[in-house]
């Protein structure tokens, strides 16, 4: 079955770096463009950034913009987000989405990531 399992998420303080994983298995990864979300306390999920199929495009929300950077490892069907400069205002709940042409809409379980000094 589809599976989405995201690592790496802990505390931080300003200004460190995190880098989260989402491991997958049961679709066909090449083909599906992978996306992290956020979900910060008392607001809505929000796209971070995205991971076209074949990894030919990315593109990022505005306020991660020169911060953070999306990979991704076709071969190992795994998508990293390396998150740099870390602000206060990007502690959320971190998910790694996958969404493809065929219906495909799967949700990781989410990762943790507080900015705290």
């Known amino acids: 079955q589809v599976q989405l399992v995201e690592s790496g998420g802990g505390l931080v303080r300003p200004g460190g770096s995190l880098t989260l994983s989402c491991q997958t298995s049961?679709?066909?990864?090449?083909?599906?463009?992978m996306n992290w979300y956020r979900q910060a306390p008392g607001k809505q999920r929000e796209l971070v950034a995205s991971?076209?199929?074949?990894?030919?495009?990315?593109d990022y929300a505005d306020s991660v913009k020169g911060r953070f950077t999306i990979s991704r490892d076709n071969a190992k069907k795994s998508v990293d987000l390396q998150m740099n400069s870390l602000k206060l205002e990007d502690t959320a709940v971190y998910y790694c989405?996958?969404?493809?042409?065929?219906?495909?809409?799967?949700w990781g379980q989410g990762t943790l990531v507080t900015v705290s000094s």
């Open positions: 989405n996958a969404h493809n042409i065929w219906r495909l809409d799967a």
């Open positions: 991971s076209t199929k074949l990894g030919t495009t990315a």
């Open positions: 049961g679709f066909n990864f090449v083909v599906t463009d």
